[in-house]
Nanobody, 115 residues
Framework: QVQLVESGGGLVQAGGSLRLSCAAS????????MDWYRQAPGNQRELVAR???????NYADSVKGRFTISRDNAKNTVYLQMNSLKPEDTGRYYC?????????WGQGTQVTVSS
């Protein structure tokens, strides 16, 4: 079992920045991929950013050029640096890890961007 705990959310004005962290209870090195998802009220959960075991990354079109996902294997932590935030980035952000056969989810952290 792996517990994932997100932090770093909050209220920010449009154009501002936040850095989310996802701390894992054990090594993330073995994870096939670590992701950030978000869910806005009334919407489905959507993939925002992914980082694979070999550090390949990909992003939703809506966040490309503004968000950066990274990982620190020594700290068992994944980050999401979010710049130039927009009101449409508002939502609950969830950390997700996939071993290749098991999914792990955190409880999420709320991000609210005011206009």
């Amino acid at each position: 079992q792996v517990q994932l705990v997100e932090s770093g959310g909050g209220l920010v004005q449009a154009g501002g920045s936040l850095r989310l962290s996802c701390a894992a209870s054990r090594s993330i090195f073995s994870m096939n991929n670590m992701d950030w998802y978000r869910q806005a009220p009334g919407n489905q959960r959507e993939l925002v950013a992914r980082i694979t075991r070999d550090d390949s990354t990909n992003y939703a079109d809506s966040v490309k050029g503004r968000f950066t996902i990274s990982r620190d294997n020594a700290k068992n932590t994944v980050y999401l640096q979010m710049n130039s935030l927009k009101p449409e980035d508002t939502g609950r952000y969830y950390c997700h890890g996939f071993t290749g056969w098991t999914d792990y989810w955190g409880q999420g952290t709320q991000v609210t961007v005011s206009s």
